[in-house]
């Protein structure tokens, strides 16, 4: 069997003219000898009756601080009913589909609510479906944990499901329908002249989607990644090929790296705050002390940078409050920069290629964008810079990177 496995997004299937378009996606995969397995999200975007963050809206109406088990149990909700919608399109055009919540797919997770972790995949029940002729339409975004209570992935999560069920079957191929036609090398609302990748790698597209790129969730990407098993981010509403990622060039067999190029794309994350902590005599005790203070208090941090007299890190903006508060309650002298943002150039040709970082700070430096941190690895370089600089620094580093062309 060739398995295929078809996830669609809320607005791939917010409406009856545009599940229309998603069946024909199928049917034309049938067409090419695929057996489909189809994932979807809750219909449309919050506001529509049925999607997630309106059912969200809808609990919390109730009491603002629900617990997460009861808010997991209505978030389910959406699912499934455009599951059922969905499977009952695909009847209507003659096509034996049925429908599956996570858990009947054979999704078992961890007990976290509102972001629990697939610990497996039984596709026993799928494979079986797909033997008979069926097309399984299954809800992203659920489980079920080990002690049989209904969970949720978090954001993204409709992604991961198609990903772990992809991986689970061994799928040719999985794509991800959305409404847009790919990848693109930058935000176009910023950039206009963005373009389009035509393939990516993996280690290159999780690196844009932990940048901040609202591409496909990082998860989905590295579950896949082990077998080798391409995605396919492509639109519903066009026959636009889409961005391939994989490991492995469209013209050869061979495991190769996708490209050779320094850059692939540049993103951004805002609402970003930097936090300064002066150094004491036992400074290797105090790096220790800092970030156990932050973790305790469930506080995430990022762009670390250490110094003998300093450290420096960032936080969501939301939480720097707290995170000035917990360490001058330790006796830390902490100073909080605010109104900053995270931009990044990412490409996996960047490995011991000379002059990449000052191409990066010269485009930042002749827009007078000052760089308040900086941090990089083998596939990206990322600068701290105040938020209203952002759109300046994504514009100038798309030129400089010649990313449009």
């Given at each position: 069997?060739?398995?295929?496995?078809?996830?669609?997004?809320?607005?791939?299937?917010?409406?009856?003219?545009?599940?229309?378009?998603?069946?024909?996606?199928?049917?034309?995969?049938?067409?090419?000898?695929?057996?489909?397995?189809?994932?979807?999200?809750a219909?449309?975007?919050?506001?529509?009756?049925?999607?997630?963050?309106?059912?969200?809206?809808?609990?919390?109406?109730?009491?603002?601080?629900?617990?997460?088990?009861?808010?997991?149990?209505?978030?389910y909700?959406?699912?499934?009913i455009?599951?059922?919608?969905?499977?009952?399109?695909?009847?209507?055009?003659?096509l034996?589909?049925?429908?599956?919540?996570?858990?009947?797919?054979?999704?078992?997770?961890?007990?976290?609510?509102?972001?629990?972790?697939?610990?497996?995949?039984?596709?026993?029940?799928?494979?079986?479906?797909?033997?008979?002729?069926?097309?399984?339409?299954?809800?992203?975004?659920?489980?079920?944990?080990?002690?049989g209570?209904?969970?949720?992935?978090?954001?993204?999560?409709?992604?991961?499901?198609?990903?772990?069920?992809?991986?689970?079957?061994?799928?040719?191929?999985?794509?991800?329908?959305?409404?847009?036609?790919?990848?693109?090398?930058?935000?176009?609302?910023?950039?206009?002249?963005?373009?389009?990748?035509?393939?990516?790698s993996?280690?290159?597209?999780?690196?844009?989607?932990?940048?901040?790129?609202?591409?496909?969730?990082?998860?989905?990407?590295?579950i896949?990644?082990?077998?080798?098993?391409?995605?396919v981010?492509?639109?519903?509403?066009?026959?636009?090929?889409?961005?391939?990622?994989?490991?492995?060039?469209?013209?050869?067999t061979?495991?190769?790296?996708?490209?050779d190029?320094?850059?692939?794309?540049?993103?951004?994350?805002?609402?970003?705050?930097?936090?300064?902590?002066?150094?004491?005599?036992?400074?290797?005790?105090?790096?220790?002390?800092v970030?156990?203070?932050?973790?305790?208090?469930?506080i995430?941090?990022?762009?670390?940078?250490m110094?003998?007299?300093?450290?420096?890190f960032?936080?969501?903006?939301?939480?720097?409050?707290?995170?000035?508060?917990k360490?001058?309650?330790?006796?830390?002298?902490?100073?909080?920069?605010?109104?900053?943002?995270?931009?990044?150039?990412?490409?996996?040709?960047?490995?011991?290629v000379?002059?990449?970082?000052?191409?990066?700070?010269?485009?930042?430096?002749?827009?007078?964008?000052?760089?308040?941190?900086?941090?990089?690895?083998?596939?990206?370089?990322?600068?701290?810079?105040?938020?209203?600089?952002?759109?300046?620094?994504?514009?100038?580093?798309?030129?400089?990177?010649?990313?449009?062309?």
């Amino acid at each position: 069997m060739r398995i295929i496995v078809q996830k669609f997004g809320g607005t791939s299937v917010a409406s009856p003219e545009i599940r229309a378009l998603a069946v024909k996606k199928i049917q034309s995969a049938l067409q090419q000898g695929y057996c489909p397995v189809i994932v979807v999200s809750a219909m449309g975007r919050k506001g529509e009756s049925y999607a997630t963050d309106t059912l969200i809206g809808l609990a919390r109406s109730a009491y603002s601080h629900i617990a997460p088990r009861e808010l997991d149990q209505i978030m389910y909700c959406g699912e499934m009913i455009s599951a059922v919608i969905m499977t009952g399109t695909l009847q209507a055009v003659g096509l034996d589909a049925a429908m599956l919540t996570g858990g009947q797919a054979g999704v078992t997770t961890d007990n976290n609510f509102n972001n629990a972790r697939i610990l497996k995949v039984d596709p026993a029940r799928l494979l079986s479906m797909v033997k008979a002729g069926k097309i399984p339409v299954v809800c992203g975004f659920q489980g079920v944990s080990i002690d049989g209570e209904f969970t949720t992935l978090g954001r993204g999560g409709s992604d991961t499901t198609a990903a772990a069920l992809g991986a689970a079957l061994n799928a040719e191929l999985v794509e991800i329908y959305t409404d847009v036609d790919g990848i693109m090398t930058a935000d176009p609302r910023i950039v206009t002249n963005a373009k389009i990748l035509d393939c990516i790698s993996y280690s290159e597209v999780c690196q844009l989607a932990h940048q901040g790129a609202k591409v496909i969730h990082p998860r989905a990407v590295e579950i896949v990644m082990p077998k080798g098993i391409p995605l396919v981010v492509k639109s519903t509403f066009s026959d636009a090929p889409g961005t391939l990622i994989t490991n492995v060039t469209k013209e050869s067999t061979e495991e190769t790296a996708v490209s050779d190029r320094v850059a692939t794309g540049v993103t951004y994350l805002s609402d970003i705050a930097q936090v300064k902590v002066s150094a004491c005599p036992d400074s290797c005790q105090m790096n220790f002390n800092v970030f156990k203070i932050m973790a305790d208090n469930g506080i995430s941090v990022d762009l670390i940078n250490m110094h003998p007299d300093q450290i420096m890190f960032t936080v969501a903006e939301g939480v720097s409050d707290k995170a000035y508060n917990k360490l001058t309650e330790c006796g830390y002298k902490t100073e909080i920069v605010t109104g900053c943002a995270k931009v990044s150039v990412v490409g996996g040709g960047m490995r011991e290629v000379p002059g990449v970082m000052a191409s990066f700070v010269e485009a930042l430096a002749a827009n007078n964008i000052p760089i308040l941190q900086t941090v990089d690895s083998h596939t990206s370089i990322s600068a701290l810079i105040k938020k209203v600089d952002i759109q300046t620094a994504v514009m100038a580093l798309h030129e400089k990177f010649s990313l449009s062309e």
